[in-house]
């Protein structure tokens, strides 16, 4: 994601760099020298940082900066792209099946299957990333499960509502969530009327959705970074002097780069992805799992830490599970009540064990 993030930015850099520097600047400097604004630096530093360049990219725009013939500039850079907010309707309300009734197909079922092991992946780290940030205690397994399942019950209802796309845990909030240091559940129920609110009413979603692409993909090449820093904390509990924890670090990290990233050329250059046979089904398994690199890491590193020397009477203190076993149970910590209980008394129907 990061990768596509910089690219993006390099594709309009007079607005994606701006965006990159102001956001470290308020976010890092300006927050910490001027005490009395760490609410607009720190706090806000995404929204004055997203008007601040989204008034620039304007100004570029009405002055002319850009060729409406251009369809890079007119996609990247400018401000009124293809009459977004003119083709929005005011007013829009989803509802299910909307698009047709659903046609079920093996082949399709067994591709969105691995999409969604392939999003549960990148969602279990999102979720330990952001428990991280949060100042909350490693996450449950309970936790895990019920995460998971509501994550499912929510692919359901966007698939009858005709969605591009499923639902996961969002990694740039997860970002979002340590530049701000705000973790309160209050802020994301009034994110989540706002969501809302955007998506009943088409214009005003539209004039969010005219801000520059370059914008949101610097703020995710930090967002990002702050999201992979989380799951690098994490190892101070291995013992990295060892040549076992250096060895599985080093494979897991650097194929679960390469991988994704081969396969993702393969698919540019030829069309379709290394895996080619006659099954369509088992080709796009194949190709959506070792395209996502978090998956691809997750899956050597796991094989790896259970194989490699797994027999050694060391290798368990070294791997850090001892300091993870204290929270295999919900209720074996105090805190985890104060973190993870549902609001409203929700959690008397779905408890945690």
């Given at each position: 994601?990061?990768?596509?993030?910089?690219l993006q930015?390099?594709?309009?850099?007079?607005?994606?760099?701006?965006?990159?520097?102001?956001?470290?600047?308020?976010?890092?400097?300006?927050?910490?020298?001027?005490?009395?604004?760490?609410?607009?630096?720190?706090?806000?530093?995404?929204?004055?940082?997203?008007?601040?360049?989204?008034?620039?990219?304007?100004?570029?725009?009405?002055?002319?900066?850009?060729?409406?013939?251009?369809?890079?500039t007119?996609?990247?850079?400018?401000?009124?792209?293809?009459?977004?907010?003119?083709?929005?309707?005011w007013?829009?309300?989803?509802?299910?099946?909307?698009?047709?009734?659903p046609?079920?197909?093996?082949?399709?079922?067994?591709?969105?299957?691995?999409?969604?092991?392939?999003?549960?992946?990148?969602?279990?780290?999102?979720?330990?990333?952001?428990?991280?940030?949060?100042?909350?205690?490693?996450?449950?397994?309970?936790?895990?499960?019920?995460?998971?399942?509501?994550?499912?019950?929510?692919?359901?209802?966007?698939?009858?509502?005709?969605?591009?796309?499923?639902?996961?845990?969002?990694?740039?909030?997860?970002?979002?969530?340590?530049?701000?240091?705000?973790?309160?559940?209050?802020?994301?129920?009034?994110?989540?009327?706002?969501?809302?609110?955007?998506?009943?009413?088409?214009?005003?979603?539209?004039?969010?959705?005219?801000?520059?692409?370059?914008?949101?993909?610097?703020?995710?090449?930090?967002?990002?970074?702050?999201?992979?820093?989380?799951?690098?904390?994490?190892?101070?509990?291995?013992?990295?002097?060892?040549?076992?924890?250096?060895?599985?670090?080093?494979?897991?990290?650097?194929?679960?780069?390469?991988?994704?990233?081969?396969?993702?050329?393969?698919?540019?250059?030829?069309?379709?992805?290394?895996?080619?046979?006659?099954?369509?089904?088992?080709?796009?398994?194949?190709?959506?799992?070792?395209?996502?690199?978090?998956?691809?890491?997750?899956?050597?590193?796991?094989?790896?830490?259970?194989?490699?020397?797994?027999w050694?009477?060391?290798?368990?203190?070294?791997?850090?599970?001892?300091?993870?076993?204290?929270?295999?149970?919900y209720?074996?910590?105090?805190?985890?009540?104060?973190?993870?209980?549902?609001?409203?008394?929700?959690?008397?129907?779905?408890?945690?064990?």
């Amino acid at each position: 994601h990061n990768t596509l993030a910089v690219l993006q930015v390099a594709k309009c850099i007079e607005i994606g760099l701006p965006t990159l520097v102001l956001l470290l600047i308020f976010s890092e400097y300006a927050s910490h020298y001027f005490a009395r604004g760490s609410f607009v630096f720190g706090r806000c530093a995404v929204l004055v940082t997203v008007i601040i360049v989204w008034i620039f990219a304007e100004i570029l725009t009405a002055a002319g900066a850009y060729d409406e013939r251009n369809p890079v500039t007119q996609f990247s850079c400018r401000t009124d792209r293809s009459g977004l907010i003119h083709a929005a309707p005011w007013v829009r309300f989803p509802y299910p099946f909307q698009w047709g009734y659903p046609i079920f197909c093996a082949q399709d079922c067994f591709a969105m299957m691995a999409a969604s092991f392939a999003s549960l992946i990148e969602s279990t780290g999102t979720l330990i990333a952001v428990s991280r940030y949060a100042g909350a205690t490693f996450v449950p397994p309970s936790v895990f499960a019920r995460g998971i399942g509501w994550q499912g019950i929510s692919i359901i209802l966007d698939g009858m509502c005709g969605t591009l796309t499923g639902t996961a845990a969002s990694v740039e909030n997860c970002g979002l969530l340590a530049l701000t240091r705000v973790g309160s559940r209050r802020v994301i129920k009034i994110s989540a009327l706002f969501m809302i609110f955007f998506s009943l009413f088409g214009k005003f979603g539209a004039i969010l959705a005219s801000i520059p692409l370059p914008i949101f993909s610097a703020l995710y090449c930090v967002l990002f970074a702050y999201s992979a820093a989380a799951g690098l904390c994490f190892l101070q509990y291995c013992n990295l002097n060892t040549r076992r924890s250096k060895f599985i670090l080093g494979i897991s990290l650097f194929l679960g780069l390469s991988i994704p990233q081969y396969f993702r050329e393969f698919e540019t250059f030829y069309g379709f992805g290394p895996a080619h046979t006659r099954s369509l089904a088992f080709n796009v398994i194949v190709n959506v799992i070792f395209s996502s690199p978090a998956t691809v890491a997750a899956i050597l590193a796991y094989l790896l830490d259970c194989t490699h020397l797994y027999w050694e009477p060391h290798v368990r203190r070294d791997r850090g599970w001892l300091w993870l076993e204290k929270f295999k149970s919900y209720r074996h910590d105090g805190r985890s009540e104060e973190f993870y209980a549902l609001p409203y008394g929700m959690s008397r129907y779905f408890p945690s064990l």
